[in-house]
């Protein structure tokens, strides 16, 4: 499982403002924070950047980039952006991403498929609402499946994120039993072995005490990892998380569940 | 998930030296400690018993269920021994347990179907040989569903034992990777609900710091949450690993996997 950190994110203030002012030493920072915490990928999450996008993405890639080689997933809703984004990287970008909505298969499939970059699809409902139980989910994966693959998408690009739901929702655990199950039959579903990502920070996102967000999302990691998720996006700084995705590796043997698009899974202890 | 403890086993000298002089206050100072930890099922195991079987397990039969009613798992190869526990106990016993073995088949699974009672069915060759692969495990699983079966066993009565490996095997890792993907496998396979235990501290055996076997225990109780398996034998005693079962039990809402044979579960926080 590699870890991505999800920390480079449009909530945190001084990220926030260095996406306005285009400084690049509060990114610098963040990114060193992230790197020393064991990311081996890096969730570029600048929001919908309604003014100057491409500017703000190039200087967001660049100055991330000109500091380490990890793959970067490139998270934002703004098709200028992304296209801005996807030009400005050097190594493989990976765009976050694309579900059944018109717009997001209309505007972000085609860039993916233009820069031959890895792509996340959501199991959401065109409408965005979340599919209702596992076989909702599947047929959902089936669908978009189809739609990238219509696009010309090549299917080993296809990264997809069954979106795991808060524990706060009232039907959140039972969600998150029916997202277990789902990344588990994913590649026999769709007969191939599909990537999936996973976001730990959402289970526990909400006011929540510190030690207990991190207890859940322990509890949660190896139930991923053994219905073999390939990525996990993590708030790297909650460092046991880390620790026990890491020891999942070991467990597991990583090997089994190596990265299959040729981005290197360096983690392997 | 219920938590099983393995404590009162014939390897801890004053369990040991109970069994040989027939005193009752050690094995309550075990059970009690048990209880505090939280155990909701107890696996009595004594060894083979070679002298005084049927009055050694009788005795520890009558001195557990004195102080409590959970169920009690009779651990022992020895016949006889068998015999005379399931005779003393009040409440349901599961038998623990049979393989394929021919020995066992002939002389440990009547002695179940004569009591009506739960079943452990380890999955290992007649010759006690480990399964080699998934597809091996899957294999002794039907062969030896059709033996207990065929024995007389109400099928219902059957918990699956897939032999959890040591790490310290050449090949554990991988064994247990199969360990996983059969226990979410068996009820399909075998069109039943069957149960599933498996024996956590087998995981981490030997010589190794204790932080570190519980941190092992830790990562693999949530991957056996996520595939379903409904009863761990742990050691109670590492207060860690029976906190992440609790909390593997509230994550995914344990009615889900609720103990299907009558059996209450109590812990559901």
Known sequence: MIIIADNLHVMQPPFARALTSLDPVPVRAMVEACLQNGAQGLDLNPGPLRKQPEAAMVFLVETVQAMTELPLLLDTTNPAAMAAGLGACRGRAIVNGVSLEPAKLERILPLAVQFDADLIGYLLHPNSQVPIDAAD?????????QAVTDGGL???????????????WQDGARHNRAVLEVIGALPDLLGIPVRTIAGISNLASGAM??????????????????????????????????????????????????????LATSDSN
């Open 137 to 145: 989910m599947m047929a959902l994966a089936v669908d978009l499946f």
């Open 154 to 168: 090549d299917p080993r690009r296809l990264i997809l994120d069954p979106v795991v739901a808060p524990l706060s």
């Open 209 to 262: 005490p510190l030690d207990r967000k991190i207890a859940l999302e322990q509890a949660f990691v190896p139930m991923l990892a053994a219905v073999g998720l390939d990525m996990a996006l993590v708030n790297v700084r909650h460092g046991p998380t880390v620790e026990m995705i890491r020891l999942c590796n070991g467990l597991l043997g990583e090997g089994v569940f190596a990265w299959a698009a040729g």
